[in-house]
């Protein structure tokens, strides 16, 4: 007799052994999986990270001073580099500064002189010799360094707010107006690195914070420099001179016009000291000083009444010091602002991070995957996901299979004696069949994943090149506006996470997916009740995974954005390192940066713990549906099989952890899209203008270099204040043209309108050619600049002055040798392959510009701009740059940028701006005429002397200029209209010339002023 026995006990025995046999397949699935993101984990992030941990906590502490007050140093040496066998940076210094002392330290290009202050802060390693510090550091920078906050926090620098000290602060860094005409006052917020503040305003921002802090030491590292002649000689003599008249003063300088005040005097050449003395001292010992101070010699007396002498000065107590004239201030928070703009434009420049609310958009995703393939590959991706899924619940399929057909044939034969006989299966068949399936299944899930890999790393590539490119076109405004740790951030974290994270997270939720969608189409084709508690289960997860993803993701953002202000600061931190150090506020800096840090921790735990409390609920809920199908299963016995069952509860088991984990997985997708909803946000950025148009000029343009601007108007913003106001000049060809102007007059603005930093309203032409009808290449490349802050690029000498090769090593040197460099390049490692620092912080700032000065040299355009190229150098450098800018541009139309009026009193015409609109525009010599006139009164401001050379010099230009056309005239056919037209011109010349023309003089040199004009 044969029967069918399916009893509870023998379904639960069917059970266990198909839970047997499936765990053979998948209960090593997921440890394996984590241990193998923990093993690469560890070897690709986690030990080279330790690697990098460990080198940066074995370097060499600087050394810090005590806290008495005095400086000496006796024969000591420095080294940039102690493991370097080069020379040292610094040779045989020996001096001493006492209380009371001012120490000024000139010397050319390239001396050493701010190696000499970062010797005193201890940032410089000593060879040999004997160095004493004792006294509170002040340290202000040659490039000044402001951090993001308020124009108060950067002044007060975490000291207790005096109002009365502060004012006074104030009113001797000539900070009191700016502050007054700023919508906030003190309180307005200053932008990433200073952007809301121009150059000279960021530089009194600076010596107030180190005045502020009433250290015994001030190392003031060339502060005059970025400030015009006035605002420069207010500095020195209500500052340097007066409030700090008790204090220890180490000056570096290249106005030598100031050296009469100075205590001592130090010289450097080559990181040698080559003269120490008094200022009498030296005149004593024969040196020129004449010579040394050329046109920046001063005046004893000064020219503005009250003044007092500036030896005398430093006797005079902080109470003392004069209120500052208020004609001296500057006029406006940005280049050229006429009125201060509202609070909300103040604040406006350094907004929050943007953050987008609600769903990911289906737009993200459809980008994201078509970033890294076409359709046609996403749709045999899909097709390879579905095969891989097939195959593998074909596998379970066949197990079941297997074992409902093997207990068909275990019978049992009731025999006369009561033996059992059990009939067999062909084990070779069916195992081939499933080994089969097991080989399709690992092949099309090797497919699958390389496929998934390919194509989302290949998503994370482009969308990060993309990004890049987008940054590389936004517009100027937009780093001003946002810091560069949110720019960091996307580029760092952001990015990594679509490199890392996102494919190997969006690969194991769609395998978890089609896993849990095989397993459940399955259990209901075998077992149909089965629907009956997964409906709910489902429709409880959708409702669980949308209330957890409502709070996530926004939680997620809001960690997104919290971690840029950690990036900002520790790049702002690094930039001011040695200021920081100086005034003993690392312990302030690293709690601002654990207040930033701890508040990105605060969201990160969050989004942990809301993730926690998700699995949570989710597991709980698994285990519920598990206890249903086993009840199920028991209450179901008689109707069932045991192969049935055994799948019904061996797929509930499954379910348990892979549901879980899958609806985990795809929240955390969603989470993760949020860095590709980021990085897509910087890859829309607003846009300059085309780099490239169908207009494009013919190769030799400019031939000429005539520039003319026909009403323009230029604001930075579409909401910001004019810095230019109908401006209308024509500038002609191979003309040498000095623009001058206060603080905020528009002078830079004039070149940003220029190079088309922003669009402006107007006109502007090059050579009959409308500059907003060309491609930005176009434009900018036939246009030579020096900046006032010179650019150097991580890479070779080589690389910086030919970044295209398109020079051959001959023009190379030779253009260095032009600018004097020659030596210096010669003198490093590997010449011209040598590696430059980042920024080349191991040149000097006068070193970097004259490479800048190198670059247009070998450039060989028809028009060049110098931005205050010359404000850190030292007037014999100056004179060497405007030497070659005569010889080496002299059929080029050059317009300088200058505080110093001895640069550009020689050009042949002098443009003077004020608050964006142009109020003088001519010969210097004949504005000079104009008692009234504001190039006039910036003259009389540089002191009588002073003021007498600009004359001199002015007077011998316009006569060089006379005799030059004289003699061009002598050789061309004369027109006797155009000399009678130029005679009452000439004679107006003589006439301020205080000369006596004779006629033939008249005759040949009217016809020449009228031919010019």
Known sequence: MYFHTNTPQCCLSEASKMHEMKLCQSKWYFPVLTLDAALRASTDLAFPGCERTSKTLLLTAGKRWSWTCGARLVNCDFFLNPQSLETPALQQLSFTVRRGELLAVIGPVGAGKSSLLSAVLGELPKDKGLINVTGRIAYVSQQPWVFSGTVRSNILFDKEYEKEKYEKVLKVCALKKDLELLADGDLTVIGDRGATLSGGQKARVNLARAVYQDADIYLLDDPLSAVDAEVGRHLFEKCICQALHQKISVLVTHQLQYLRAATQILILKDGKMVGKGTYSEFLRSGIDFASLLKKDEEAEQPSVPGTPNLKASRSRTFSESSVWSQDSSVHSM???????????????????ESRSEGKINFKVYRKYFTAGANYFVIFILILFNILAQVAYVLQDWWLSYWANHQEKLNVTTNGNNGANETEHLDLTFYLGIYAGLTVATILFGIIRSLLVFQVLVNSGQTLHNKMFQAILKAPVLFFDRNPIGRILNRFSKDIGHLDDLLPLTFLDFVQTLLQIFGVVAVAVAVIPWILIPLIPLFILFIFLRRYFLDTSRDIKRLESTTRSPVFSHLSSSLQGLWTIRALKAEERFQKLFDAHQDLHSEAWFLFLTTSRWFAVRLDAICAIFVVVVAFGSLLLAKTLNAGQVGLALSYAITLMGTFQWGVRQSAEVENLMISVERVMEYTDLEREAPWETNKHPPPEWPSQGMIAFENVNFTYSLDGPLVLRHLSVVIKPKEK????????????????????????????????????????????????????EPVLFTGTMRKNLDPFNEYTDEDLWNALEEVQLKEVVEDLPNKMETQL?????????????????????????????????????????DEFIQKTIREKFAQCTVLTIAHRLNTIIDSDRIMVLEAGRLKEYGEPYILLQEKDGLFYKMVQQVGKTEAASLFETAKRVILEVIIKFASAVCLSQVSVFKVIVGIPLYLRICWLCKAKPSFFECFLVGYAQASKR
């Open 334 to 352: 940005k280049d050229g602002a006429v009125e201060p703009p509202p609070a909300e434009n103040a604040l406006a420049a350094v907004p929050e």
């Open 837 to 877: 620092a980042e920024s080349g912080s191991n040149f000097s700032v006068g070193q970097r510009q004259l490479v800048c000065l190198a670059r247009a040299v070998l450039k060989k355009n028809r028009i060049l701009i110098i931005d205050e190229a010359t404000a850190n150098v030292d007037p014999r450098t």
């Open 737 to 788: 043209v000095g623009i001058v102007g206060r603080t905020g007059a528009g002078k830079s603005s004039l070149i940003a309108a220029l190079f088309r930093l922003a669009e402006p309203e107007g006109r502007i032409w090059i050579d009959k050619y409308l500059t907003s009808e060309l491609g930005l290449h176009d434009l900018r490349k036939k246009i030579s600049i020096i900046p006032q």
